[in-house]
């Protein structure tokens, strides 16, 4: 036993012992931020909404309580006039965000109709969930008679407020779950509010948990029942205190350490914080026997983008692997370093201790070792029509994806067995890219349609020892435009970049996040013209990493300058990262 593990049992131990003598809340949703009063004063220009007037029509007062819900600074004090008394008390904005484009007039008297032009929503997490149905952009407002005047008194559940407003006031951050195997903490985006305690509205997220959606693909160590007590205030030293409230009897040493790892990731987004102060029903919680409070960045064995994994570049030099270290090339000691195999593409396992390689003609995939050895032996992984580049994970699955006449195949192969895994909306179709992370729970795929390329999101889940994937969602989509895209590469752990084709040497670079989301690309993410035909993109997910565009000619242009990581040379294929 570790002396951290020794540290976590006391804590365990002491958390069960007063656990009978800590009275509980009553149980009830989350709340996330505030929803009655003023908070601390948002970016853009001050905006106090007008009170219900006197007189005002049905449809003026639906009017005016959608403008209410856009106060600066954000507060629903205003919004909540125009409600019913009954109404005031039964309305929950927390539970939702509608964002709209623009809004058609609202018609109707005892019931109000107001149509949303282009509207999206997010959860209650702030977790982008993607345009609203049809149903649902037509919003309806039952209306009341009170002291003779008119009141809404049904309300949507929800926050509605403009694209503009949405996108001066939110930023992405992430909240950190853990994969079905507790090998690594895996970050889900959410929104959150630019200015006020991001340490609160960051903690009451991750206490909602990863949502019934991410059933086997995510969970939390957190309890379902734990409540924040009131906020999350940051001392001058930056000591976040964390007092949560709930039933600790499911939790045990392993469960303590992975929530503190959950919470350390978590909060480390929050600049403001340097250390964390845990308590549950008023008993402290720590990582060591020694310090009531730990730093942020532990947990570091559980970095989504694997602990240790190998910085380096590889790619083909005539026919051999090599691998490229700021710009120094070294021929692999291995099978494909010293030997040519006719190999057109490759993937490096994170350790880089594995290579697999797609032969010529598309139809085998082989592995070997990167370095000599007696087992230095090639051996042939899976046979197909036509497979695309592979991509390794943290477990050291190796996914594949194999384009079929009867459309894509995609599997993993693990200690020498392949797995055909079921993706819907990816397998059977024509797929020309495809990216898994690191962590081993998100696929993204380019789908080839007659009326332009598509990006979509698959969820890679455990169920038992079944993996199956999600049906996929799409990420990203050209509606008014017949788009090619040539290239795929990841850009951080919830981030891609993507080559899109605009003339035959001119090609668009664009950074979208895997959740879909686009009201914040123009003001928050990059997008990058390259006067060349690129046909490869070689990006990591981790951020430290440089970026590079290789043109058809075999130039490479780099994408972050201001990095200090040296560019390989010219003429390399097959470039890449590991994983």
Not at 538 to 549: E, F, L, N, Q
Not at 551 to 579: E, M, Q, R
């Amino acid at each position: 036993m570790t002396v951290r593990t020794r540290g976590l049992v006391l804590a365990v131990v002491a958390l069960m012992l007063c656990s009978a003598c800590v009275s509980m809340p009553d149980s009830g949703d989350v709340q996330v931020g505030d929803d009655t009063g003023a908070s601390s004063q948002d970016p853009g220009y001050p905006y106090d909404p007008r009170p219900p007037q006197p007189g005002e029509r049905a449809t003026e007062i639906v009017s005016h309580f959608l403008d209410a819900m856009m106060a600066n600074p954000t507060t629903t004090a205003v919004a909540k006039q125009f409600l019913s008394e009954d109404a005031r008390e039964s309305w929950h904005p927390e539970r939702q965000m509608i964002t709209y484009d623009d809004i058609q007039t609202p018609s109707g008297t005892n019931e109000v109709s107001v149509t949303l032009l282009d509207a999206n929503h997010l959860d209650a997490r702030g977790a982008w969930q993607g345009p609203v149905s049809d149903k649902q952009r037509v919003l309806s407002f039952g209306m009341t008679v009170e002291d003779g005047e008119w009141r809404i008194a049904d309300p949507p559940d929800a926050m509605i407020v403009s694209d503009e407003f949405f996108e001066g006031r939110y930023r992405q951050a992430s909240l950190y779950f853990v994969d079905p195997t507790a090998r690594v903490v895996v970050p889900e985006p959410v929104f959150v509010p630019r200015s006020g305690q991001l340490s609160a509205v960051l903690m009451r997220g991750l206490l909602r948990g990863p949502g019934a959606r991410l059933d086997g693909v995510l969970r939390s160590y957190i309890p379902d029942d734990m409540n924040l007590d009131l906020s999350a205030p940051v001392s001058a030293d930056g000591v976040a205190e964390v007092s949560l409230r709930g039933d600790i009897t499911t939790l045990d040493p392993e469960s303590v350490e992975l929530m503190t790892v959950q919470i350390a990731w978590t909060l480390r987004q929050d600049p403001s914080v340097s250390r964390v102060r845990l308590t549950i029903n008023e008993t402290p919680v720590t990582t060591s026997g020694s310090s009531s409070a730990f730093d942020v960045d532990i947990g570091e064995e559980y970095n989504p983008i694997g602990a240790n994994s190998w910085q380096g570049l590889f790619g083909l030099r005539e026919g051999r692997v090599v691998s490229s270290i700021s710009g120094r090339e070294n021929h692999d000691t291995g099978p494909f370093g010293t030997a040519e195999y006719g190999l057109r593409t490759i993937a490096v396992n994170l350790q880089a201790t594995q290579i697999a390689g797609v032969t010529s003609d598309g139809r085998s995939v082989l592995s070997a070792p990167t370095s000599e050895g007696e087992a230095a032996t090639v051996s042939t992984l899976a046979g197909g029509s036509d497979f695309l580049e592979p991509a390794w994970d943290v477990s050291n699955r190796l996914w594949l994806v194999d384009r079929t006449s009867g459309g894509a195949v995609v599997s993993y192969v693990r200690r020498g067995q392949r797995h055909v895994v079921p993706v819907p909306g990816v397998s059977g179709k024509r797929v020309t890219h495809f990216l898994v992370s690191r962590d081993g729970t998100r696929l993204i795929a380019v789908l080839r349609r007659k009326q332009g390329d598509v990006v979509v999101q698959s969820r890679i889940a455990l169920a038992g020892n079944k993996v199956r994937g999600t049906p996929a969602t799409v990420t990203r989509r050209f509606p008014d435009e017949l788009v090619r895209i040539r290239a795929l590469a990841w850009h951080s752990p919830t981030e891609v970049v993507m080559s899109r084709v605009i003339t035959n040497d001119l090609t668009q670079l664009t950074t979208v996040s895997v959740d879909g989301s686009d009201v914040v690309l123009s003001a928050d993410v990059p997008i990058e013209l390259v006067r060349d035909k690129v046909v490869r993109l070689v990006g990591s997910p981790d951020p430290a990493s440089g970026a590079w565009a290789v043109a058809a000619s075999g130039k490479v242009y780099d994408l972050t300058p201001d990095s200090d990581v040296l560019p390989p040379k010219d003429g390399l294929l097959s470039l890449t990262y590991v994983g």
